[in-house]
């Protein structure tokens, strides 16, 4: 294992403690709004002061991207990007489904991953050319040929709401062919659950660098493909990701384009 993910795993361990007690107790939970539909709780903000402190700890020259902390300046040939925990709504809902995500940017290039759910005991890694692995297992992306009986995910614009009638456009053409859909409030692990063929393929349009950085690894390590809705090789710059197998990606981006 390479020793970066190492301390990755062990930081998103760290983390993963800290969110599986606050979700047993609740009650002294501090709840803010960020904006419209969006929310940070004091177990968000100090499961990512636990990963800066882990990673730290054997690497304190590197710099950090944080969703909750923002950028933590340092050596940019090496930036961790952090969402300590991807699924705040469902945290707070009581619904058992967000995790851990990290990963490792070097010079620009992705390098290492880890997407951790706490709630399943299940962690997604990968690393740059040595294949996805999910608890030391190797995982493979779906091989489907087309989207007939593709099981997708997605997400709704829920933070803006005004682009909502463009959405149904796509969503419409995209259901009408796809076998089914879900939608279930984590970027981190619909893209985890591509990795690992249990979905077929994922898109969703306004999200942010350390909601995919870590997932999109995933995907490309198991032998899947990952772009923008235009077929472009940058969705972390353009807030857009498709993601899934080479013939189901294309079949999307006809229709998301």
Not at 59 to 78: K, L, Q, T
Not at 149 to 162: C, M
Not at 209 to 231: C, K, M, N, Q, Y
């Amino acid at each position: 294992m390479h020793p970066m993910l190492n301390i990755a795993i062990r930081a998103a361990r760290s983390a993963g403690n800290i969110i599986a007690k606050g979700f047993e107790n609740q009650t002294d939970m501090q709840i803010e709004a960020k904006g419209d539909n969006d929310y940070v709780t004091s177990v968000d903000k100090e499961a990512e002061q636990a990963i800066i402190y882990k990673i730290k700890q054997s690497y304190p020259e590197h710099s950090f991207v944080g969703e909750e902390g923002g950028i933590v300046e340092g050596d940019n040939d090496f930036k961790w990007i952090i969402d300590p925990l991807d699924g705040t709504t469902n945290f707070i809902k009581g619904i058992p489904h967000f995790a851990v995500s990290i990963a490792l940017m070097h010079k620009g290039r992705l390098d290492q991953g880890v997407v951790f759910d706490p709630i399943r005991g299940e962690l997604f890694t990968a690393s740059k050319g040595a294949g996805a692995q999910l608890n030391g297992f190797r995982i493979r992306a779906s091989k489907a040929k087309e989207l007939g009986q593709t099981i997708l995910a997605t997400s709704f614009p829920f933070k803006n709401k005004d682009n909502l009638s463009q959405y149904q456009q796509s969503f419409n053409k995209v259901f009408m062919q796809a076998g089914d859909i879900r939608r279930s409030g984590s970027a981190a692990l619909d893209l985890a659950y591509v990795a690992a063929g249990r979905y077929d393929g994922y898109w969703e349009r306004g999200i942010k660098p350390w909601d995919i950085a870590a997932g999109e690894l995933l995907v490309r390590e198991s032998g899947g493909l990952v772009t923008d809705f235009s077929g472009g090789n940058d969705p972390m710059h353009k807030g857009e990701i498709v993601a899934g197998s080479a013939k189901v990606v294309q079949a999307l981006v006809k229709h998301l384009k």
